[in-house]
């Protein structure tokens, strides 16, 4: 009896998580996968043809293309410097503190500031990084015309080094002090000691910030937007930004919504196969 | 019956609150909150036209009402996103600036905005059609049905120049390149192409080129004239280095951002860059000339209109409101306090519109607009076009693509669209 109360009592303080789960995530994805089944008129049913059409559509392998491509580019130079951060404000270096409140302000900013912020950096004419070049005698560049994906890329790596630094700084201070001391009295120089310590024992964080960057990269949306409107021409058209285009351009739900359960399950995919690498290698 | 303890009993009531708390969130508005809803009345404008006689004339509307009114401006792309899905959940705004002529004949022909010929015949003062230029008109009619009024009517093709660099303005696209190419020096360029598609329209038309012709599914025709016109662009950037490549962004302000930092001596615009020249830089000495003449002289027609959606609460209302801020008084304070050009004849007639030189070249500027192909908006593809349009338009001005195959390409891409 006092069993099947307690467990009377756990449905009790569920159910706001089960509904909040049902109503504002499983049932727009189900709505999703319904409308993905319908024309842009919304009536006629057309079964799958909106998830084979995408697979032929030019602009959205192309999207998907370049999506790829600013995932990758975001996550090994977001990785690289957000660990790098960490490992040298994990010293005890004066200031330090001052230093990881600041690195976090460019994540804590809206990607809307971020956006108009770097549009206006990178102006080729009055933009401020062309004057500081100039000034140095060197030519002012045109960032976003010449490499814009490159440059959403750098932006993103700019905004968000900050959180993987705060992640990595947490998996290194939970790292014991004893490893290093028995590697350094064993005569391992500092390379040494990153590699053969502190890069396997970050793992389990690594694999964190791969998977969370992975996800939001593939989502990403509002910096191409705001910064470049996915041009020039379609070069950061990124997926979303394609899916966005379809739904609110071309006013076709039925293929926009196809196009966001392709996301959906590339993204599961994806860090489902990211998950399995990660227990292999902690195995 | 089972015993409740004091410990299960307090479990149960703190569950059942939780359970109580998230249903009430849940629940419908309360009727009192839709009662306060009607009594709001919501318009979306483009944050570009938030001009203080349109706030005054619509505070008074509220005013007068008894309403309270919700006036929200965006940038045109958020504008339409936002309305798009405002169209598909139903909960739409009262009155809605239209970013063009043949957007709201799109949304008409969808069934979401109202066709506006009975409240117009039924309020005879108003004066439509009779006193609205016939253009600004025509292009908002499809089979003989007005989806929307013209709030204002502008030409892009205008050469804005800074007199103290450029004495005598361009009359052709000879000249054009000519001062373009001698003025370029240091750190200003002799003009500045936009990176938004729709700057080139002025071009296009003074080689007699059409943008579509929906009926026979061809676009940018002639092939000839649309080459040589985004050849010219092309080469103003990237062969005679007299205009810097245009930075891809939703804001259309470059060009008129660098006149005003005189960091460009002309560059080719429409009457909604007066103001901002004018509050932003007073001391530049502003010369406004008409449009060029390639094989023709041309300007494309601009301007926005308003249209009521067809689940406004209170189209009557809408209606009205409309009538206010297209009033020829309205019409003539926005004018004086923005520069911008007007549909009306009786604007056009009032001695201090006819007294002013900008707004006379203006006219002669609305006086060569080419033809719009209303069955583009009809077709109900305008808005796919457009961007793929954007997206090869991108390509040549800012990517060097090179123009014959890209024209090409979007021929092919807006056919198949089509």
Redesign the interface.
């Known amino acids: 009896?006092i069993r099947r109360?307690q467990a009377?009592?756990a449905w009790?303080?569920l159910?706001?998580a089960v509904?909040?789960f049902t109503?504002l995530f499983f049932l727009p994805i189900g709505n999703q996968l319904l409308t993905g089944l319908y024309d842009a008129d919304g009536v006629s049913f057309v079964g799958l043809g909106n998830f084979s059409r995408a697979l032929s559509d030019p602009e959205v392998v192309h999207s998907f293309l370049i999506t790829l491509l600013y995932a990758a580019g975001t996550l090994i130079v977001g990785t690289a410097v957000g660990l790098g951060l960490a490992v040298i404000l994990n010293q005890a270096l004066p200031g330090r503190t001052l230093f990881r409140s600041l690195l976090l302000i460019p994540y804590l900013t809206s990607v809307s500031i971020v956006g108009l912020l770097w549009?206006n950096i990178?102006?080729?004419?009055?933009g401020i990084l062309n004057r500081l070049l100039e000034s140095l005698g060197l030519p002012g560049q045109?960032w976003?015309?010449t490499h814009?994906l490159a440059t959403i890329v750098g932006i993103t790596v700019w905004s968000g080094a900050g959180y993987t630094m705060v992640l990595f700084l947490a998996g290194l201070q939970g790292i014991p002090g004893l490893y290093y001391e028995a590697a350094r009295i064993d005569g391992a120089g500092p390379w040494r000691r990153f590699f053969a310590i502190t890069l396997p024992l970050l793992a389990p964080t690594t694999l964190f910030v791969s998977i969370i960057g992975l996800i939001s990269t593939l989502q990403q949306f509002a910096l191409p937007?705001?910064?470049?409107?996915?041009?020039?021409?379609?070069?950061?058209s990124l997926y979303a930004h394609r899916l966005?285009?379809v739904?609110?351009?071309?006013?076709d739900?039925g293929y926009a919504s196809a196009l966001s359960v392709l996301l959906l399950i590339v993204v599961l995919v994806l860090s489902l196969a990211q998950l399995r690498i990660g227990d292999r290698a902690n195995a | 019956m089972?015993s409740?303890d004091r410990r299960?009993f307090l479990?149960?009531g703190l569950?059942?609150t939780?359970?109580g708390a998230?249903g009430t969130g849940?629940s419908p508005a309360t009727p009192a909150a839709q009662k306060q809803d009607a009594r709001t009345f919501t318009i979306y404008w483009n944050a570009g036209h938030g001009y203080q006689v349109y706030k005054d004339v619509i505070d008074q509307f509220g005013k007068d009402h008894d309403l309270e009114m919700n006036w929200q401006k965006f940038q045109w792309?958020d504008l339409?996103?936002k309305l798009?899905?405002d169209f598909?959940s139903g909960n739409v705004p009262d009155l809605v600036e239209e970013v063009s002529a043949g957007t709201g004949t799109q949304y008409g022909l969808a069934g979401n905005v109202l066709a506006l010929d009975e409240f117009a015949t039924a309020d005879q003062a108003f004066g439509f059609p009779g006193d609205f230029i016939d253009q600004a008109v025509v292009a908002r009619q499809y089979e003989g049905t007005t989806y929307s009024i013209p709030l204002h009517l502008t030409a892009n093709g205008l050469v804005f120049y800074n007199k103290e660099m450029i004495d005598k303005p361009p009359a052709t696209w000879d000249e054009f390149l000519d001062l373009a190419r001698s003025t370029t020096k240091d750190k200003v360029?002799g003009t500045a192409l936009n990176?938004d598609a729709s700057y080139a329209a002025p071009f296009y038309s003074q080689q007699n080129v059409d943008f579509s012709q929906v009926g026979a599914k061809q676009f940018m025709v002639p092939q000839d004239g649309a080459r040589k016109a985004l050849q010219f662009m092309q080469d103003l950037i990237f062969t005679h280095k007299a205009s810097?490549?245009p930075?891809?962004?939703?804001d259309y302000s470059g060009p008129q951002?660098?006149f005003s930092?005189e960091?460009a001596a002309m560059f080719v615009s429409g009457p909604w860059d007066i103001g901002p020249i004018r509050q932003g830089s007073p001391d530049i000495d502003l010369g406004l000339a008409v449009p060029l003449t390639g094989a023709v002289q041309a300007s494309s027609m601009a301007g926005s209109g308003l249209m009521i959606p067809a689940k406004a609460k209170d189209p009557e209302l809408s209606w009205e409101l409309i009538t206010r801020l297209t009033a020829v008084k309205t019409e003539l304070a926005a004018t004086k306090e923005s520069g911008m050009s007007m549909p009306r004849k009786s604007w056009a007639a009032d001695p201090a519109v006819a007294a002013d030189p900008n707004l006379g070249t203006i006219a002669k500027a609305l006086a060569v607009v080419a033809d719009q192909d209303v069955a583009l908006a009809a077709s109900?593809k305008a808005?796919?076009i457009t961007?793929l349009w954007?997206?090869?338009y991108?390509?040549m001005i800012?990517?060097h693509?090179p123009v014959e195959q890209t024209l090409a390409d979007f021929r092919k891409q807006a056919g198949a669209a089509l």
């Open positions: 009896m109360r009377a009592t009790l303080f159910t706001p509904l909040f109503l549009r990178l102006d080729p004419q009055v045109t976003l015309s814009p937007y705001i910064v470049t409107g996915g041009g020039p021409g379609n070069a950061t966005f285009i739904a609110f351009n071309d006013n739900f | 089972p409740l299960s479990q149960l569950g059942a939780v359970l998230v849940c792309p339409t996103t798009t899905a598909r360029s990176s810097p490549a930075v891809a962004t939703t951002k660098l930092a960091r109900g808005a796919q961007e954007k997206k090869a991108q390509q800012i990517q693509a």
